[in-house]
């Protein structure tokens, strides 16, 4: 068999979304397919860019395409995916919806699912709630190093969940604590400074108090220099 003629990177390209649809194509049933895309923040302009032809084209198939993106990871950049969102809108193709936080009914929810029971340890979900208001993605981190850390653990026949007292007093697993650092990381100084000093105060502040606060200790900083 003679070698197939090198293509460039553009027909690649091309040859690559082609195969990519087919296979999207020969994978739907009469009962439709849906396609569901984690993290899009993390993907490259390639990806992007397969992922907007696949929504261009897939129109007239039974086939659903559901992509989730970190706003907090976007948004006051130059991420690309912002330029591709912008025309998919344009265009008409998508339809975007904004995640809140999880009630506590469902927080619940989703303890018990993760669990595999019925009835989860009472004070459980009181503990997590507040650790993470919510956020289904720290509440599910901060269960499993509860898990793995035996402050949530089975009792000996293995029947039922139980709770370590300590649990309260129990720090954030390091993946989330690496980030919120890198989220941090993407601030400047006076926006730095600024939460250091709210969170100095606690969970709810002045907004007008921490202000001052800032620009009063920037402002003898400056006549300190001169």
């Not at 999880?102 to 927080?107: G, H, P, V």
């Not at 503990?127 to 850390?149: D, I, Q, Y």
């Not at 007292?165 to 926006?191: C, E, H, M, W, Y």
Request: charged share 30%; aromatic share 8%; net charge negative.
């Amino acid at each position: 068999i003679e070698p197939a003629y090198p293509l460039g990177p553009s027909e690649e390209r091309h040859r690559f979304v082609d195969a990519v649809f087919k296979l999207l194509t020969a994978l739907v049933s009469a009962r439709g397919l849906v396609l569901s895309i984690d993290d899009i923040q993390f993907a490259d302009e390639a990806s992007l860019g397969l992922l907007h032809f696949l929504v261009r084209n897939v129109r007239e198939l039974p086939v659903l395409v559901l992509a989730n993106v970190n706003p907090v990871e976007i948004d006051g950049t130059d991420h690309p995916f912002l330029a591709i969102r912008q025309d998919m809108t344009r265009e008409r193709f998508i339809k975007q919806s904004e995640l809140t936080s999880l009630a506590y009914d469902d927080a619940r929810a989703l303890v018990r699912s993760l669990l595999d029971t019925d009835q989860e340890p009472e004070g459980l979900v009181d503990v997590l709630w507040e650790k993470t208001e919510g956020n289904p993605f720290f509440l599910r981190e901060l269960l499993a190093s509860f898990v793995r850390t035996t402050l949530v653990r089975r009792d000996e026949e293995g029947a039922r969940w139980l709770v370590s007292p300590g649990i309260r007093d129990a720090a954030l697993p390091q993946n989330l604590v690496d980030l919120i650092r890198s989220r941090f990381a993407k601030l400047d100084a006076t926006a730095i400074r600024f939460l250091e000093y709210a969170a100095a105060i606690g969970r709810e502040f002045d907004l007008d108090l921490v202000l001052k606060a800032v620009t009063l200790e920037a402002t003898q900083a400056k006549e300190g220099e001169d």
